[in-house]
């Protein structure tokens, strides 16, 4: 990566320089956990909003179980619930940042400790309605295959939220990874807004997959 600042933030441009590994992402947003919000409202950051309001669009029933992976400090979760939504689950790997979540009031319950590449076997057995995964799918963070994980952890029928930072989209195999599922009848592209805001930084991909049988 160049050394040129993606982002004017540099708690944010210190997080997309993060090399993905489980255990540097986790020490980087215990310390972040308490500033985190405040730093990313001031970047404008706008992705929990937008994929809450397709989830909306494509499932406008509300009782139905969700999950939101990677929650954070539970930003989605509180777009969620002002939608109507109320059994909302959520994990991170930071237990900081799942304790903000906790404390939103938005969710049945929020897991911390919860390595996202791993998250099927945390969640052994589960069948959610819908899995959103917001601002995870970024440079430093996971890999596109975390997307299978999430695959396992949603019943047939049902929906995948997800959000990609463009940077990230044009920078690995996602676009790779959502051919090959499409291609062997694992997913359905329902929705795919292009380069939509996400924050003053840059824009995103933000996706709406539906899993088959």
């Known amino acids: 990566m160049s050394d040129e600042k993606i982002s004017d933030n540099n708690a944010i441009d210190a997080a997309l320089r ?11 947003y215990e310390d972040w956990a308490r500033d985190y919000n405040q730093d ?11 994929s809450a309001r397709l989830l909306r669009q494509h499932r406008p029933e509300t009782e139905v179980d969700l999950l939101d992976a990677g929650c954070g400090t539970g930003l989605a979760g509180i777009e969620l619930q002002a939608l109507g939504y109320r059994r909302i689950d959520g994990f991170d790997l ?29 969640y052994a057995g589960a069948d959610f309605d819908a899995v959103l ?6 440079l430093g963070h996971v890999p596109p295959e975390a997307l299978l994980e999430l695959l396992q952890l949603t019943r047939v029928g049902g929906l995948l939220v997800l959000s990609t930072r463009t940077h990230y989209y044009e920078q690995t195999g996602f676009q790779q990874l959502i051919d090959e599922l499409r291609d062997n009848g694992r ?6 807004l292009e380069n939509a805001p996400y924050n003053h930084d840059g824009d995103g991909h933000y996706w709406v997959l539906e899993k088959l049988g």
């Open 18 to 28: 993060l090399d993905g590994d489980p255990e540097q992402v986790n020490a980087f």
């Open 40 to 50: 990313v409202a001031s970047a404008g950051y706008g992705a929990p909003a937008i």
């Open 94 to 122: 930071s237990e900081s940042m799942a304790a903000e979540a906790r404390a939103t009031g938005c969710y049945r319950e929020v897991r911390g400790g919860i390595d996202m590449m791993k998250a099927a076997q945390s």
């Open 133 to 138: 995964s917001v601002g995870v799918f970024t």
């Open 187 to 192: 997913i359905e592209i329902r929705h795919l």
